[in-house]
C-alpha cells in the first residue's frame, strides 16, 4: 500500500528565516505530487503541483519554490519567511487521476 | 475561473439523524467529485467520490449529484460524534492533476 511522510511536524521559525520542508511518498511510482497551504479556519492553496522529476508548476507567485529531485520527493523551501507563510503546509500525492491522498501536514508558525 | 462552494456552517445534527451537506460547482463540464473529511489539526482524509455517471452509497454515506443544478450532496446517516468534523468537497479542474476545492462545511454532532 501506498503512504506519504511529511517532516517535520512543526515548525517554529523567526521571520526571515529559511524554509525546507519534505514529502516522500512510497509504494507508488511516477505519482504527481502536490504542496498545498491551509490557513487557520481556511480551505486549500494548491501552492505547487509535480507530474514528474525536475517538473515543477507554480499556481500562486511567492516567496516559497518546490523542487523534485527524486521520483518520490517533494521538497518545500524559502530563502526568506514572511509573517503571512504561517500555516498548515499539506503534501499530497495522486496517481495520474485526481483521486488525492494527503500527508499528516506540517504547521508552521512564523513568529 | 472555476469555483466550488460550500456553506461554512457550523452544521449541527443530533445524534442518529441524518446529516446533508452541499456543494455547488460552477462547471457544467465537472466530471469527477469528491468528499474529503477533516478533523481539526488534522490532514484532509478521502471519504469518497463519484463521477458524473450516478450516485454512491459506501456504508453510512452516500454522495449524490444533481447535475442540472449543478451540485453534490454528502447524506450521513445514523450520524455519530466522530462524524463531527470539517468535509471538504472538490471538483475536478482543467487537467487531471488538479483538483478545485470548496473551503469546507464544519459539522458538529450533538449526542
Known amino acids: 500500500s501506498q503512504t506519504i511522510h511529511q517532516w517535520p511536524a512543526t515548525l517554529v521559525q523567526p521571520v526571515g528565516s529559511p524554509l525546507s520542508l519534505e514529502c516522500t511518498v512510497e509504494?507508488?511510482?511516477?505519482?504527481?505530487l502536490y504542496w498545498y497551504r491551509q490557513a487557520a479556519g481556511r480551505g486549500l492553496q494548491l501552492l505547487f503541483y509535480?507530474?514528474?522529476?525536475?517538473?515543477i508548476s507554480s499556481e500562486v507567485p511567492q516567496n516559497l519554490s518546490a523542487s523534485r529531485p527524486q521520483d518520490r520527493q517533494f521538497i518545500l523551501s524559502s530563502k526568506k519567511l514572511l509573517l503571512s507563510d504561517s500555516g498548515f503546509y499539506l503534501c499530497?500525492?495522486?496517481?495520474?487521476?485526481?483521486?488525492?491522498?494527503f500527508g499528516p501536514g506540517t504547521r508552521l508558525t512564523v513568529l | 475561473q472555476k469555483e466550488v462552494e460550500q456553506n461554512s456552517g457550523p452544521l449541527s445534527v443530533p445524534e442518529g439523524a441524518i446529516a446533508s451537506l452541499n456543494c455547488t460547482y460552477s462547471?457544467?463540464?465537472?466530471?469527477?467529485f469528491f468528499w474529503y473529511r477533516q478533523y481539526s489539526g488534522k490532514s484532509p482524509e478521502l471519504i469518497m467520490f463519484?463521477?458524473s455517471n450516478g450516485d454512491k452509497e459506501d456504508g453510512r454515506f452516500t454522495a449524490q449529484l444533481n447535475k442540472a443544478s449543478q451540485y453534490v450532496s454528502l447524506l450521513i446517516r445514523d450520524s455519530q460524534p466522530s462524524d463531527s468534523a470539517t468535509y471538504l468537497c472538490a471538483v475536478n479542474g482543467d487537467s487531471n492533476y488538479q483538483l478545485i476545492w470548496g473551503a469546507g462545511t464544519k459539522l458538529i454532532i450533538k449526542p
Open positions: 509504494g507508488t511510482s511516477n505519482p504527481n
Open positions: 463519484i463521477y
Open positions: 509535480s507530474v514528474g522529476i525536475g517538473q
Open positions: 462547471d457544467r463540464g465537472s466530471q469527477s
Open positions: 499530497a500525492w495522486s496517481a495520474g487521476q485526481s483521486t488525492q491522498y
